[in-house]
């Protein structure tokens, strides 16, 4: 086995090279200044503003500022960001605070102005179809009036028509949504009291509907009311299908039905919706075929036969009034044949009809009032304005006063 040689003398690198050799001096990183703490409160002032108490979440930056100054530690950044937040979420807390102390005060000064009202206070989501209450100063008009629910036989400010909980398509904020929610009160107003001619002059529909603020929150409830606040009112209003003789509630569902559409024609003038207008004429034209088709049932029952020939009679030539309506190629020819047909159904005929029916006879002011003195019937010679105050059988849009109440 041979060995290695043994390296040239002379001047160069020994062999093997000598191991480094270090010096006396400071381990790395002996030169660093320590790092100085970090200021407790600094965090805890963002964690307090932010998650629980605002106000101890400024107290807390604020100390916590002051202490980094003093001694020289960090958290300034995070004192700074805690105290922002604490004001911020202090701000917020006192806008809410100040809104609810605002609402409880309103709703107690209400109760306290009034404590001599009838009843037991419910809250609006409690009261149901045939139940009566009271409102504070008689006002049906207020915002989420409170309410006290008494016995119909007491006196009382409002009957239930309906109560039910609206689905997502009736949530509020546009005027299409207000109508129809309108429109489904105004239903169920003529399915609770049908014979409409029996209702008081003084008894106006209400409802109480959501508001954008309040849906939010989980509001659904829908309150359909008859209010009775002009004069003391006794006695439930209640004249419903199962309180009347079978062939009384088929006319009046009928004839309800056609009041229901003469009364809500389409928003705005005919000149800007004019395809509207005809297809309001072609739904009163069904109407009123409706009514004429439960009236040829009739029409063979002993005592019914002369008043039942008169009403349709008197429908057939309002259909076809209608029917041309509908046919009109402008706004002009419109409103001239809507005039026109607004005057082809009496109510002289309608009267006798409803009296051998067994139903009031009273005819109220929202049928033919007169143009000169209110509450009279007029002449049925006389020209008819379909866009005033009893225009047609039904004049008025809605047959009288409605009111939301939000």
Partial sequence: ?????????????????????????????????????????????????????????????????????????RGRALAVTGLAVSVAMTGVLALTAGRVVAAVGDRLDRAGAHTRVEGVLVDIGDLGAGDCFNVPGADLSEDRPLMYAVDCASPH????????????????????????LEDVCWKAQDEYAMDTWALPAYA????????????????????CVIGTTERERRGSLRRDAGTLRPEQAAFLRAANAVDFVLGRPPDGDVDDALDEHRAWAREVYAALGEEARTLERERTRPGLEKAVQAQLQALETARAGWQRAARAHTAEEFEERWERAAGTLPWQTERDLRGVYGLSTTVPPWVEPSPTVPGEPRDPGEPVDPTAPGGGRSGEPGRGPSTEAV
Avoid at 45 to 50: D, E, N, P, Y
Avoid at 157 to 180: F, I, N, Q, S, Y
Avoid at 204 to 223: I, K
Wanted: net charge positive; hydrophobic share 35%.
């Fill in 204 to 223: 106006d529909m209400y409802y109480f509907a959501p508001s954008r603020d309040s849906w939010r929150q989980g509001d659904r409830q829908l309150l």
């Fill in 157 to 180: 400010h409002g009957e239930v028509t309906r109560a039910e909980r609206l689905g997502p398509a009736h949530g509020p904020g546009t005027a299409e949504a207000a109508r129809a």
């Fill in 1 to 73: 086995m041979s060995t290695p040689p043994s390296p040239p003398p002379g001047p160069g690198p020994s062999w093997p090279p000598p191991s480094p050799q270090y010096g006396w001096g400071p381990p790395p990183g002996h030169g660093r200044p320590p790092q100085p703490p970090l200021n407790g409160l600094a965090p805890a002032s963002l964690l307090v503003g932010l998650l629980c108490l605002p106000p101890l979440g400024v107290v807390l930056a604020v100390v916590a500022l002051a202490q980094i100054a003093r001694k020289r530690e």
